[in-house]
């Protein structure tokens, strides 16, 4: 692969696809509920029930049946169809695969239409594809994008947003320059120059994260939770 398809959405989820999943090497997956999701869901949602949830970049992730089985609508977007299989094979519910020609992609669906993944690249969502949603959950996504992606990221994202929208974004801070792949850093001050235009922005937890730091190869590391909202 030459440079330029490294560089293309295409060429970075096949690098993914084959770097990855298909040698089953997906050391960002968690077997269990995100302890970030378990413990702000019910506060900055309100013990709101049957909303709309959106899981960019989702993955294998098992917090999106995590949600489905709180009635909760839920849809995630992702690159790679061996993520979606694994999801679903995981959530344990009756589901369709069809093709969606609009995104060149895969629509993974139960068949209570409420657990929705589609197979597909990320910059070509739109709100005509997926709708407009009440809330987001964000981790691994946002802080895996070049950081020249990130304002593509943001127009992509910001019309999938509903009225009152809650965002609930986790990310890492830590000194840039220190590594240059995923996870890139997503300090207060990045956070506000992304989201700040149109949303308000409240720092929920900085916690210190040595285990993942030494990981990383980083000297210090902090994960941030952030709750964004509307303006």
């Not at 590594?179 to 720092?203: C, M, W, Y």
Request: charged share 25%.
């Amino acid at each position: 692969m030459d440079a330029y398809q490294a560089n293309t959405e295409k060429g970075r989820v096949e690098k993914w696809k084959t770097s990855f999943w298909d040698v089953d090497s997906i050391p960002w997956h968690m077997p269990s509920t995100n302890p970030i999701l378990e413990k702000h869901w019910s506060s900055v949602t309100g013990g709101r029930t049957g909303l709309r949830v959106f899981f960019p970049l989702c993955g294998a992730s098992v917090d999106l049946a995590w949600l489905y089985r709180q009635n909760h609508t839920v849809v995630g977007v992702e690159g790679v169809r061996k993520a979606a299989d694994k999801l679903f094979a995981e959530a344990d519910v009756e589901y369709s695969v069809t093709r969606v020609t609009e995104v060149e992609g895969w629509k993974y669906q139960s068949l209570d239409l409420r657990l929705t993944v589609f197979v597909a690249d990320f910059f070509k969502i739109t709100p005509d594809i997926v709708g407009a949603f009440d809330a987001v959950f964000d981790r691994g996504s946002l802080e895996a994008m070049q950081v020249s992606d990130r304002a593509e990221y943001i127009s992509t994202m910001k019309p999938l947003l509903g009225e009152s929208f809650i965002y609930l974004l986790s990310g890492f801070d830590y000194q840039p320059g220190m590594k240059d792949s995923p996870p890139r850093p997503l300090p207060p001050a990045v956070v506000e120059q992304l989201f700040g235009t149109f949303s308000s922005i409240e720092l929920l937890d900085r916690v210190e994260q040595q285990k993942v730091a030494a990981n990383l190869g980083v000297q210090q590391l902090f994960q941030c939770t952030y709750k964004i909202g509307k303006k």
